[in-house]
């Protein structure tokens, strides 16, 4: 079993030592979705949601949130981010809009964590922009699909409809 590098051998929190690691091309990609009443679904298509362009607020916050990562998640170390490319795609069947997220940097660690925090975001927008005629939607299926580069490897997620 692998061990949790964010504690000491006492146990306590702390940051990973980077500084031996390699400068190595890192990516990740997060998806995630968020559930909603089909006439919230139609406002956003139709772009006539009263606080203007959903997709175009939620990807700039999306893009925004990558870059404020480490200061928001305690462990994870600044990056200087090359790429940050943000989707959405509509589902009138299941009444949601998926996000996409894919990060990009050329460092010593990856980009799990800031891949994640676009989507969160990104959704959270998507919420508040929303709320006024929706206060029922739901975030939901935040996860991480893929990532390359680094020691531990590549990863890809095996099951891609988590619903």
């Given at each position: 079993?692998?061990?949790?590098?964010?504690?000491?051998?006492?146990?306590?929190?702390?940051?990973?030592?980077?500084?031996?690691?390699?400068?190595?091309r890192r990516?990740?990609?997060?998806?995630?979705?968020?559930?909603?009443?089909?006439?919230?679904?139609?406002?956003?298509?139709?772009?006539?949601?009263?606080?203007?362009?959903?997709?175009?607020?939620?990807?700039?916050?999306?893009?925004?949130?990558?870059?404020?990562?480490?200061?928001?998640?305690?462990?994870?170390?600044?990056?200087?981010?090359?790429?940050?490319?943000?989707?959405?795609?509509?589902?009138?069947?299941?009444?949601?809009?998926?996000?996409?997220?894919?990060?990009?940097?050329?460092?010593?660690?990856?980009?799990?964590?800031?891949?994640?925090?676009?989507?969160?975001?990104?959704?959270?927008?998507i919420y508040?922009?929303?709320?006024?005629?929706?206060?029922?939607?739901?975030?939901?299926?935040?996860?991480?699909?893929?990532?390359?580069?680094?020691?531990?490897?590549?990863?890809?997620?095996?099951?891609?409809?988590?619903?």
């Amino acid at each position: 079993m692998k061990k949790l590098t964010h504690l000491d051998k006492k146990g306590k929190a702390r940051m990973v030592d980077i500084s031996e690691k390699p400068i190595t091309r890192r990516e990740a990609f997060a998806k995630g979705s968020v559930y909603m009443k089909p006439e919230t679904l139609k406002l956003i298509q139709d772009k006539k949601v009263p606080k203007g362009d959903v997709f175009s607020v939620a990807r700039v916050a999306g893009i925004m949130a990558a870059k404020k990562t480490s200061e928001l998640i305690p462990m994870c170390h600044p990056l200087n981010i090359t790429s940050i490319d943000i989707n959405f795609h509509l589902d009138s069947k299941k009444n949601k809009v998926d996000i996409e997220a894919r990060v990009k940097i050329t460092g010593q660690t990856g980009v799990e964590m800031e891949a994640l925090t676009s989507v969160s975001v990104a959704a959270l927008t998507i919420y508040d922009m929303c709320k006024a005629v929706d206060k029922e939607m739901v975030i939901s299926d935040i996860v991480l699909m893929e990532k390359r580069g680094g020691k531990s490897g590549d990863f890809k997620r095996k099951t891609k409809n988590l619903r």
